[in-house]
T-cell receptor, first 114, second 114 residues
Framework: DAKTTQPTSMDCAEGRAANLPCNHS???????VYWYRQIHSQGPQYIIH???NNETNEMASLIITEDRKSSTLILPHATLRDTAVYYC???????????????FGQGTELSVKP | EAQVTQNPRYLITVTGKKLTVTCSQN?????MSWYRQDPGLGLRQIYY???????DKGDVPEGYKVSRKEKRNFPLILESPSPNQTSLYFC?????????????FGPGTRLTVL
């Protein structure tokens, strides 16, 4: 799986959009970009995933650059409950050769402040 | 409500005393997995199961056993716990191994082995 690079930490004001970048310059054509988050010591929570098109769901939007070497997760109106560690994961599907495991890097610690 | 449950949520035990951490999902998922999370090491996969009676080792299986006799349950067994198994444990499930299915995580079990 391609390596990802994320900022260690970010702050965001409550009610504003939180834009979390992820660099995955070695991504290959069959690798998807996933985002998960983990609120302090809780189980990780799936947010969104994409291959090359931008994606949106009820939680967030995922913007993937045309060359697919980077992406941005956007939380449109961050709340205090969005304070968490956000993980960008790049992996190929299907998962037969890797036991389906998700490889969580260090992630970005997002602090949403009042 | 679709969910992954784990029991117990917290456990303090002593070296050598066999224990079982239960994991159950109500989503009819084929794939289930166990991770442990340690500071500085991220989440590491212990065992996974692609379906009933099909299990395989992850990255850190030593000292653990699993079974998958029913689709909904995937217990983690520590036959003779040791202090280096003190960790935060997460069970996860997804519809199946193939494809880009999101993984759902349980709330975690914090285990301390004295």
């Amino acid at each position: 799986d391609a390596k990802t690079t994320q900022p260690t930490s970010m702050d965001c004001a409550e009610g504003r959009a939180a834009n979390l970048p992820c660099n995955h310059s070695t991504i290959s054509g069959n690798e998807y970009v996933y985002w998960y988050r983990q609120i302090h010591s809780q189980g990780p929570q799936y947010i969104i995933h994409g291959l090359k098109n931008n994606e949106t769901n009820e939680m967030a939007s995922l913007i993937i650059t045309e060359d697919r070497k980077s992406s941005t997760l956007i939380l449109p109106h961050a709340t205090l409950r969005d304070t968490a560690v956000y993980y960008c994961i790049v992996r190929v599907a299907p998962f037969y050769n890797q036991g389906g495991k998700l490889i969580f890097g260090q992630g970005t610690e997002l602090s949403v402040k009042p | 409500e679709a969910q992954v449950t784990q029991n117990p949520r917290y456990l303090i035990t002593v070296t050598g005393k066999k224990l079982t951490v239960t994991c159950s999902q109500n989503m009819n998922h084929e794939y289930m997995s166990w991770y442990r999370q340690d500071p500085g090491l991220g989440l590491r996969q212990i065992y996974y199961s692609m379906n009933v009676e099909v299990t395989d080792k992850g990255d850190v299986p030593e000292g653990y056993k699993v079974s998958r006799k029913e689709k909904r349950n995937f217990p983690l067994i520590l036959e003779s716990p040791s202090p280096n198994q003190t960790s935060l444990y997460f069970c996860a499930s997804s519809l199946r191994l193939a494809g880009v299915n999101e993984q759902f995580f349980g709330p975690g079990t914090r285990l301390t082995v004295l």
